[in-house]
């Protein structure tokens, strides 16, 4: 069983940059699909976005795109969510997930679909933002 951890949340003010990482031992992240999760207190889980790394292509949901970007160091099998320009409303547990790319999985279909069917999931990091 692949256990992913995310980490790299805190508390930041808003306006502030943060930079989460994902990884997870002997875990190694190419033909994956690795995406970016949250999920707010009362609210459902949002996909935040996702970066295939066969191609390094990526997407981002409409209420990110501009501030966050994801991106992989394969050295240190390692992904990286950073987020700029935070604003109050993305306080949340953020969450990384992997999938492999078709044809053996979702890769980051599940995230552009919102289905959130991934292979692997890893526990969350707290993300606060104050006013």
């Known amino acids: 069983e692949v256990q992913l951890q995310a980490s790299g949340g805190g508390l930041v003010q808003a306006g502030g940059s943060l930079t989460l990482s994902c990884g997870a031992p002997g875990f190694t992240f190419a033909d994956y699909g690795v995406g970016w999760f949250r999920q707010a207190p009362g609210k459902e889980r949002e996909g935040l976005s996702c970066?295939?790394?066969?191609?390094?292509?990526?997407y981002y949901a409409d209420s990110v795109k501009g501030r966050f970007s994801t991106y992989s160091d394969n050295a240190k099998n390692t992904v990286y969510l950073k987020m700029n320009s935070l604003k109050p409303e993305d306080t949340a547990v953020y969450y990384c997930?992997?999938?492999?790319?078709?044809?053996?999985?979702?890769?980051?279909?599940?995230?552009?679909?919102?289905?959130?069917?991934?292979?692997?999931w890893g526990k969350g990091t707290l993300v606060t933002v104050s006013s």
């Open positions: 970066i295939t790394n066969s191609d390094g292509s990526t």
């Open positions: 997930a992997a999938a492999e790319e078709p044809p053996y999985s979702n890769g980051c279909l599940a995230v552009r679909r919102k289905n959130y069917d991934m292979d692997h």
